[in-house]
């Protein structure tokens, strides 16, 4: 004789409500979330260019960074020129990504375009 499978968590009964809450507008999505939380991601040309131009930041530097570039996204910044100790960065504020990196002597007479703000620290 074949018994039924039995449920692992015991069943919701009548008498029981599941409150259902609608979006509320004005609330963040999932997404949003998740990109507020995840730090900034280094594309492999950034990566390459900081490597090959000696591009360092420390840690508490990473970090201001970071914030600074979150603020801009509340402020409704999508492409931004991030300025540290001279070394430039073009950073797509709307993917949380760092696009390319120049030291100070690249940064010399460049003409930055594509950008709607700029993040000096």
Known sequence: ??????PIAPAISQNQQIQKTAPKQGNVSFREILEDQQGLTISKHAADRMQE???QFSSEEWQSIQDKVKEAKQKGVKDALVVVDGNAMVVSVKNNTII???NQSETDKKVFTNIDGTILL
């Open 100 to 102: 390319t990196a120049l």
């Open 1 to 6: 004789m074949v018994r039924p499978i039995q």
């Open 53 to 55: 131009r000696n591009i």
